[in-house]
């Protein structure tokens, strides 16, 4: 069944991932507290994109065959991922010096190296793809996810998978601890299946209480903007080492805004929905090509500093989504129903 309320919400989801990432492309030297407003409000929407995947993976559950899974999953999310990283890849190889960056890759041979750049996925240009190394590992997982699917008093382990996630902060740039990854959104994963298993129950009580919710993520927002010595994300060196307190509020406000969003999709959708469906369904393709066009308006600049203001990071966050959404056309164009494989979509 096409769930549309959280079809849109994953169109929101890749909104806030490109937002977030357009927001270190200009200096704010002038503007810093509207860097830290925009830090906080859109940085960390990984945990939007993590909460649907969980909750996609178990609506979809019923037929689950954990070799068709992986068989669809490589040639959905892998393939694409293996492709679209080969530019970055290349580039990293013969520009980047990444043995004088990562000291393990010291004395190491360019095949090793590019190995190394693939299995990490954000060590090179295109950063945000370490995502792909990371679900690949709850793709391989599943047979255990189902487990809870199948028992579902296991959902009570999100009484320790939460606090766990708040405690461990997030991994430092260019997340490359793929451990300390898939531990800290596991929570948002495991979260995002309760929810799917658990729809019928809590969709009448979300929708009752969507805009309710939605003010309480906005006050805490607000407040921890305003009261808060860190913004944006709270990364740490190693995992628990709390350098930025001993919460990761970042990640707690995204979490609300999950069921926030979701029960604000459910009462729009039908104004929202149709406006926002094409945008869901380039999502991958967005989140895989995305960092390119960032990168080719940073050449673009290289001789400039450019200063940040709210106006600046508009612009350049549309005509970001715009060429993403304009490569998934030509992808498709050229390769027709084989595009999903090479672009994601």
Same mark, same amino acid.
């Given at each position: !069944?096409?769930?549309?309320?959280?079809?849109?919400? $994953?169109?929101?989801?890749?909104?806030?991932?490109?937002?977030?990432?357009?927001?270190?492309?200009?200096?704010?030297?002038?503007?810093?507290?509207? $860097?830290?407003?925009?830090?906080?409000?859109?940085?960390?929407?990984?945990?939007?994109?993590?909460?649907?995947?969980?909750?996609?993976?178990?609506?979809?559950?019923?037929?689950?065959?954990?070799?068709?899974?992986?068989?669809?999953?490589?040639?959905?999310?892998?393939?694409?991922?293996?492709?679209?990283?080969?530019?970055?890849?290349?580039?990293?190889?013969?520009?980047?010096?990444?043995?004088?960056?990562?000291?393990?890759?010291?004395?190491?041979?360019?095949?090793?190296?590019?190995?190394?750049?693939?299995?990490?996925?954000?060590?090179?240009?295109?950063?945000?793809?370490?995502?792909?190394?990371?679900?690949?590992?709850?793709?391989?997982?599943?047979?255990? /996810? &189902?487990?809870?699917?199948?028992?579902?008093?296991?959902?009570?382990?999100?009484?320790?998978?939460?606090?766990?996630?708040?405690?461990?902060?997030?991994?430092?740039?260019?997340?490359?601890?793929?451990?300390?990854?898939?531990?800290?959104?596991?929570?948002?994963?495991?979260?995002? &299946? /309760?929810?799917?298993?658990?729809?019928?129950?809590?969709?009448?009580?979300?929708?009752?209480?969507?805009?309710?919710? &939605?003010?309480?993520?906005?006050?805490?927002?607000?407040?921890?903007?305003?009261?808060?010595?860190?913004?944006?994300?709270?990364?740490?060196?190693?995992?628990?080492?709390?350098?930025?307190?001993?919460?990761?509020?970042?990640?707690?406000?995204?979490?609300?805004?999950?069921?926030?969003?979701?029960?604000? !999709?459910?009462?729009?959708?039908?104004?929202?929905?149709?406006?926002?469906?094409?945008?869901?369904?380039?999502?991958?393709?967005?989140?895989?090509?995305? &960092?390119?066009?960032?990168?080719?308006?940073?050449?673009?600049? $290289?001789?400039?500093?450019?200063?940040?203001?709210?106006?600046?990071?508009?612009?350049?966050?549309?005509?970001?989504?715009?060429?993403?959404?304009?490569?998934?056309?030509?992808?498709?164009?050229?390769?027709?129903?084989?595009?999903?494989?090479?672009?994601?979509?």
């Amino acid at each position: !069944m096409f769930l549309s309320p959280i079809h849109s919400f $994953r169109a929101i989801a890749i909104l806030f991932i490109v937002a977030g990432h357009v927001i270190w492309a200009f200096s704010w030297h002038r503007h810093p507290h509207v $860097r830290d407003f925009l830090a906080d409000f859109f940085e960390n929407g990984t945990v939007l994109f993590v909460f649907v995947s969980g909750f996609l993976f178990q609506h979809l559950s019923a037929r689950f065959d954990y070799r068709d899974f992986l068989s669809k999953k490589f040639r959905n999310v892998v393939l694409p991922y293996l492709i679209v990283s080969t530019p970055a890849v290349l580039y990293t190889l013969w520009h980047g010096h990444p043995d004088s960056v990562y000291p393990e890759l010291d004395h190491t041979s360019s095949i090793y190296q590019a190995i190394w750049l693939y299995l990490k996925g954000g060590a090179h240009i295109n950063y945000p793809l370490w995502f792909i190394p990371m679900i690949t590992v709850y793709f391989l997982l599943a047979p255990a /996810f &189902m487990v809870i699917v199948r028992h579902p008093r296991l959902y009570w382990l999100l009484l320790l998978l939460i606090p766990v996630s708040l405690l461990a902060h997030r991994p430092p740039f260019p997340n490359l601890d793929l451990v300390h990854l898939c531990v800290y959104y596991l929570s948002a994963y495991v979260t995002g &299946m /309760f929810c799917s298993q658990f729809r019928t129950r809590i969709e009448p009580s979300l929708h009752k209480s969507a805009f309710l919710l &939605m003010t309480l993520y906005v006050v805490a927002f607000v407040a921890h903007f305003h009261w808060s010595r860190f913004h944006g994300n709270y990364e740490v060196v190693h995992i628990f080492s709390m350098e930025k307190g001993l919460i990761d509020w970042i990640f707690a406000l995204k979490l609300i805004l999950c069921f926030a969003l979701w029960g604000v !999709m459910m009462r729009l959708d039908n104004r929202v929905g149709p406006h926002l469906r094409y945008l869901a369904d380039a999502s991958f393709a967005i989140f895989f090509t995305h &960092m390119y066009f960032i990168f080719l308006v940073h050449v673009a600049e $290289r001789k400039l500093i450019v200063e940040g203001d709210l106006l600046s990071w508009l612009v350049e966050l549309v005509f970001v989504l715009v060429c993403s959404v304009l490569s998934l056309q030509l992808a498709r164009k050229l390769l027709g129903e084989r595009s999903r494989m090479v672009i994601g979509s």
